[in-house]
């Protein structure tokens, strides 16, 4: 199969574009590497069938790429993907994920693709009243960044109502692994990683309580390359683990891995931080055979092993 992946550079993207490769598909990537790394292709460069394409997802010319490599399904995963910036800049914020995703979209349709597949997150749900989050709950955005992908999520299913372009959307909650940047505010693993791999003091905020849904890479790359095909058409899944995950014991495994002191430094919460989260992947494992195999302690000491080769 010929595909396209956006966001091709990232964290998740890359993982993505490793898989798809090593199980003998074209891969043509299309990033603009403002958060994401060249050297993250490092393993598909010189592959015979890679393609990578530095471009703006919002750049007209992606029209004319698309229609050159004819992919048969699109993954688009580049995105502006930070809810404070989104909050400090809401502009910027649409700018990069509605109307990127309008043009990625309008590009894959005219070039006669069959299906796109749509990275989303939990901050669509909001402040859930149940969790885990079941798969048809309410959404609710309460942030640009949870509206901008919602947006896109309405675009798909508009896409498909107006033209038959087939589509699903992957739900994605905390994602962990190899190639997270410690830089961002999303990803906490590889921030605790980092430090601790370094000596350096880390934070937990409040008391420790808050709970995330922490999902390995390779599973969710995994849900990616199951919604390829047929299954899934027109639906969205959580790709979540269900479990929920205090930020204190998230230290302690993580310590643990690393073989470094569970001593976090405690300080106040952060105003606007959700106090638990973790969504229901049972639609994911009906619709698409999909299962988060990984157990987090197991992943994390990948990512560990990772961050300590680099
Ligand atoms: N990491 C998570 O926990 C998580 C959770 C929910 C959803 N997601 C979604 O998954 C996707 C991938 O996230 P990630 O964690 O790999 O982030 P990432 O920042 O590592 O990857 C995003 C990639 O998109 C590229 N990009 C950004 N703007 C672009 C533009 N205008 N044109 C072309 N390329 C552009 C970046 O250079 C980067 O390579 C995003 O859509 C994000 O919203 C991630």
């Given amino acids: ?41 490092d393993g598909a460069d010189g592959h015979p069938l890679f393609r990578f394409y530095e471009l703006d997802v919002r750049d007209l010319a992606l029209r004319g790429l698309m229609a050159e490599w004819r992919p048969e399904v699109v993954c688009h995963l580049a995105a502006q993907i930070s809810v404070r910036a989104s909050v400090a800049d809401p502009v910027h914020d649409a700018r990069l994920n509605v109307e990127g995703t309008v043009n990625v979209l309008e590009a894959a349709r005219a070039a006669g693709a069959r ?25 609710d955005a309460r942030s640009p960044y949870a509206a901008s992908k919602l947006s896109g999520e309405v675009y798909l299913s508009m896409f498909r109502a107006l033209h038959g372009l087939s589509y699903t959307t992957l739900v994605l909650s905390n994602v962990y692994g190899p190639r997270q940047s410690p830089t961002g505010e999303a ?16 934070v937990v905020y409040g008391d420790g309580s808050q709970t995330r849904d922490y999902i390995f890479v390779d599973d ?21 683990t269900g479990v929920q995950t ?12 690393a073989g470094a002191p569970d001593e976090p430094r405690f300080e106040p ?35 560990v092993e990772w961050a300590r080769s680099r």
């Fill in 1 to 41: 199969m010929r595909l396209l992946v956006t966001g091709g550079a990232g964290f998740i993207g890359s993982s993505l574009v490793d898989r798809l490769l090593a199980d003998g598909h074209e891969v043509a990537v299309v990033d603009d590497l403002s958060s994401g790394d060249r050297a993250n292709l």
């Fill in 115 to 139: 299906k796109a597949l749509y990275a989303s997150s939990v901050a669509v749900y909001g402040r859930p009243a149940v969790i885990p989050v079941p798969g048809d709950a309410a959404t």
């Fill in 187 to 202: 990803g906490v693993v590889s921030i605790f990683t980092d430090a601790l791999l370094r000596g350096s003091p880390t």
């Fill in 220 to 240: 969710v790359v995994d849900g990616f390359v199951r919604a390829c095909g047929e299954r899934g058409n027109g639906r969205r899944f959580n790709l979540g």
């Fill in 246 to 257: 205090t930020d204190r014991e998230l230290h302690s495994l993580v310590a643990l891995a």
């Fill in 269 to 303: 919460a952060r105003l606007g931080d959700l106090p638990a989260m973790a969504v229901d992947p049972a639609p994911a494992i009906d619709g698409l055979g999909w299962h988060p195999r990984t157990d987090l302690l197991t992943g994390l000491k990948t990512t």
